[in-house]
Structure formats: structure tokens, C-alpha cells
């Protein structure tokens, strides 16, 4: 109370620092703590006070650098390398479906060129090829079991009437291997690997790691894409062969134990329906898929702009595109191997 008293304060949470300031300010503060009830000087003071307070703020705010903005690498259009019609479309503001579609098919050329002349990152490709094929067996075989499973209750169900129990392992087998195998494990793999990719390459792209690579002279598309597209070239027919193996599997078990119809009979119905011609038509097919879903994830993933949410978009796109990619590819391939009718099912007279 004796150290209020000297400096002319009443005691309270606010008087010690109030001490420190200048004769006419310090009436002003003290009047606007929790105690004060009267401006001796008047609302003029207090007006000038808070101006003063309000300026000093603005120029400690003004003197305060702002972050600095988001930073991304330089697009794929402006490399020092990038092909002349990616410049092109670039320079030109083409629209952003048609630039990624030229860039996909750009640098799907320049991945089979590198691994013609086996310009291969093969300690990347082990590691990608772990990703595309173990990480992606259990889901791939979960739902290639299933599609079995559901196949086998229509056909069995349908041939059942018409007394053609002993036929339903070969249309099963050649449904599974010509077309469900092959479309069931690139949706697999488009939803899976594809999205991790495009999400990879899209975070690398808008954070300038691909600026960073190139200053360690390394090229992004041999160093990131061509270990992922040879890994999805090389896993896709394994994980087909795999889950159409699933598929009979899963249709015979449901067929015994369900329908009374035995395993022997399936299985025999199935070699006679199969040739290696349905069997290397499946694998082609899931080779290209693979090729397919693993280019376009790229691609999309190296054209990825706008942070973050540059990034999701990109995700969800890439994804899409390679599953209507996928169905088309599919319908053309079907067309050029299975134009003319099939004599599979006489076999099984």
C-alpha cells in the first residue's frame, strides 16, 4: 500500500506496469484499469491513446515478413527436356484434359523407350513391385473368390433347368479367365496402387521434390516412373493367374457343398472348355491393364498443380479415368480376339 501511495496508483493487477510510462499516459491508463471510474483529462487523451496504440500495432504488423507462398515444382511442360508438344499446349493454355492425355501418351513412349535401352532403377522396382503384387494379393484374391462364388449361383441356378449341370465349370472358367479375372484385378489394382501412385507423384510435384531431383541430375521418369510401370507390367498377369485360380477354387467349393454338384465335374468341364488361347489372351489383357493404370496414375500425378487439393483432385481423377480406360481398353480387346463364334462349349457336348 506505502509503494501504491508513492507512485499515485491504487493496488491491482494492473498498476505495477503502469509506473513505467510517460506522466500524461500513465493518467490515461490508470483511469481505464478495472478500478478507475473518472478521466481527469477528459475522452480526449484517451482517444489519442488509442490511436497511438492502434498505429503502433499496425506498423509492428506491417514490419512482420509474410510466410512465404506455396512453391511447387516446375511443371512437366517447362523441363528442360520436355517434348516440343507439351510446350506447345502449354504456350497455347490448351484445356487441362487434353494436355494431361498428351502427356500421358508422352510419357508412356518415354518409359518403353527406357526400358528398351534398360535404363532401369531395378532397387526402385523391387520396392514397387512389393507394392503392386503382395500388398495387393490379399484384397485381389478376397474379391476374385467372391465373384466366383456369386457366377457360380447364376449359372448353376440357370443350367440346373435346362439339365446342363456337367457345363457349368466351362462357361465358368471361360467367363472367369477371357473377361472377370482381367477386369476384376485392374479395378483392384486402379483403386489400390493406381490412387497411391497419383497421390505420390502429386505430393512430390507441388512440394518440389522433382525440382530436387533434377539438381541431383536424376531424371523423375527413370528414377519414379519406370520402376512402377514395369512393376504393374510385371504383377498384373501374376495376380491374374492367381485369382482366377481363387475364382475356380471359391466356384467349386460352393458348387459341392451347395448344390450337389461335384468338384470332379467342374473341374473336368473346365480343361475341356480352356485352350492355351484363353489363357494367353487373359494374360495379355491383364498386362495391358496393368500398363494402363499404372501410366495413367503417373501421368496424372506429374501434371498435379495447386497444393494440396490440387492433389486429391488429381487422386480421384486418376482413378477414374483408368477404370473407364480399363472398360474400353477391354471392349477392344475382346473384339479383336473374340470376334467370331467360339466353339469352346461344343467340347463339352
Same mark, same amino acid.
Given at each position: 500500500?506505502?509503494?501504491?501511495?508513492?507512485?499515485?496508483?491504487?493496488?491491482?493487477?494492473?498498476?505495477?506496469?503502469?509506473?513505467?510510462?510517460?506522466?500524461?499516459?500513465?493518467?490515461?491508463?490508470?483511469?481505464?484499469?478495472?478500478?478507475?471510474?473518472?478521466?481527469?483529462?477528459?475522452?480526449?487523451?484517451?482517444?489519442?491513446?488509442?490511436?497511438?496504440?492502434?498505429?503502433?500495432?499496425?506498423?509492428?504488423?506491417?514490419?512482420?515478413?509474410?510466410?512465404?507462398?506455396?512453391?511447387?515444382?516446375?511443371?512437366?511442360?517447362?523441363?528442360?527436356?520436355?517434348?516440343?508438344?507439351?510446350?506447345?499446349?502449354?504456350?497455347?493454355?490448351?484445356?487441362?484434359?487434353?494436355?494431361?492425355?498428351?502427356?500421358?501418351?508422352?510419357?508412356?513412349?518415354?518409359?518403353?523407350?527406357?526400358?528398351?535401352?534398360?535404363?532401369?532403377?531395378?532397387?526402385?522396382?523391387?520396392?514397387?513391385?512389393?507394392?503392386?503384387?503382395?500388398?495387393?494379393?490379399?484384397?485381389?484374391?478376397?474379391?476374385?473368390?467372391?465373384?466366383?462364388?456369386?457366377?457360380?449361383?447364376?449359372?448353376?441356378?440357370?443350367?440346373?433347368?435346362?439339365?446342363?449341370?456337367?457345363?457349368?465349370?466351362?462357361?465358368?472358367?471361360?467367363?472367369?479367365?477371357?473377361?472377370? $479375372? #482381367?477386369? +476384376?484385378? @485392374?479395378?483392384?489394382? /486402379? %483403386?489400390?496402387?493406381?490412387?497411391?501412385?497419383?497421390?505420390?507423384? !502429386?505430393?512430390?510435384?507441388?512440394?518440389?521434390?522433382?525440382?530436387?531431383?533434377?539438381?541431383?541430375?536424376?531424371?523423375?521418369?527413370?528414377?519414379?516412373? $519406370? #520402376?512402377? +510401370?514395369? @512393376?504393374?507390367?510385371? /504383377? %498384373?498377369?501374376?495376380?491374374?493367374?492367381?485369382?482366377?485360380?481363387? !475364382?475356380?477354387?471359391?466356384?467349386?467349393?460352393?458348387?459341392?457343398?451347395?448344390?450337389?454338384?461335384?468338384?470332379?465335374?467342374?473341374?473336368?468341364?473346365?480343361?475341356?472348355?480352356?485352350?492355351?488361347?484363353?489363357?494367353?489372351?487373359?494374360?495379355?489383357?491383364?498386362?495391358?491393364?496393368?500398363?494402363?493404370?499404372?501410366?495413367?496414375?503417373?501421368?496424372?500425378?506429374?501434371?498435379?498443380?495447386?497444393?494440396?487439393?490440387?492433389?486429391?483432385?488429381?487422386?480421384?481423377?486418376?482413378?477414374?479415368?483408368?477404370?473407364?480406360?480399363?472398360?474400353?481398353?477391354?471392349?477392344?480387346?475382346?473384339?479383336?480376339?473374340?470376334?467370331?463364334?467360339?466353339?469352346?462349349?461344343?467340347?463339352?457336348?
Amino acid at each position: 500500500m506505502a509503494l501504491s501511495g508513492r507512485v499515485g496508483l491504487s493496488a491491482g493487477p494492473a498498476a505495477p506496469h503502469v509506473a513505467f510510462l510517460p506522466p500524461p499516459l500513465r493518467r490515461v491508463v490508470a483511469t481505464t484499469g478495472p478500478r478507475a471510474t473518472l478521466c481527469p483529462t477528459g475522452p480526449g487523451p484517451c482517444r489519442k491513446f488509442n490511436n497511438i496504440v492502434t498505429q503502433a500495432a499496425n506498423s509492428t504488423l506491417d514490419a512482420i515478413a509474410p510466410e512465404p507462398e506455396e512453391r511447387e515444382s516446375t511443371p512437366i511442360s517447362q523441363t528442360a527436356n520436355a517434348p516440343g508438344i507439351l510446350r506447345a499446349l502449354d504456350r497455347y493454355k490448351a484445356p487441362k484434359w487434353l494436355f494431361r492425355t498428351v502427356a500421358c501418351l508422352v510419357l508412356g513412349g518415354q518409359v518403353v523407350l527406357r526400358i528398351f535401352k534398360g535404363n532401369i532403377h531395378w532397387r526402385n522396382t523391387a520396392e514397387q513391385l512389393r507394392l503392386v503384387g503382395p500388398a495387393s494379393l490379399g484384397v485381389s484374391l478376397l474379391t476374385a473368390g467372391f465373384v466366383g462364388m456369386v457366377f457360380t449361383i447364376q449359372f448353376v441356378r440357370e443350367f440346373a433347368k435346362l439339365g446342363l449341370t456337367r457345363s457349368v465349370g466351362g462357361v465358368l472358367a471361360l467367363a472367369l479367365s477371357r473377361e472377370l $479375372t #482381367p477386369v +476384376v484385378t @485392374a479395378i483392384i489394382l /486402379a %483403386g489400390r496402387v493406381g490412387s497411391a501412385f497419383a497421390a505420390e507423384l !502429386g505430393t512430390m510435384q507441388v512440394s518440389e521434390q522433382m525440382d530436387s531431383l533434377r539438381v541431383l541430375f536424376t531424371d523423375p521418369v527413370d528414377y519414379l516412373v $519406370t #520402376p512402377r +510401370v514395369l @512393376a504393374s507390367m510385371i /504383377a %498384373g498377369p501374376i495376380l491374374n493367374v492367381l485369382c482366377f485360380c481363387m !475364382g475356380m477354387g471359391a466356384a467349386v467349393l460352393l458348387a459341392d457343398l451347395v448344390y450337389n454338384v461335384p468338384a470332379n465335374v467342374i473341374v473336368d468341364s473346365a480343361r475341356r472348355a480352356l485352350t492355351s488361347f484363353d489363357v494367353v489372351t487373359s494374360m495379355v489383357k491383364s498386362w495391358v491393364f496393368g500398363t494402363i493404370v499404372a501410366t495413367i496414375s503417373c501421368a496424372w500425378g506429374f501434371t498435379t498443380s495447386g497444393g494440396a487439393k490440387g492433389v486429391g483432385e488429381s487422386t480421384t481423377s486418376a482413378v477414374v479415368i483408368s477404370l473407364v480406360t480399363i472398360f474400353v481398353a477391354d471392349f477392344f480387346l475382346s473384339f479383336l480376339f473374340f470376334q467370331g463364334q467360339g466353339t469352346a462349349l461344343k467340347q463339352l457336348k
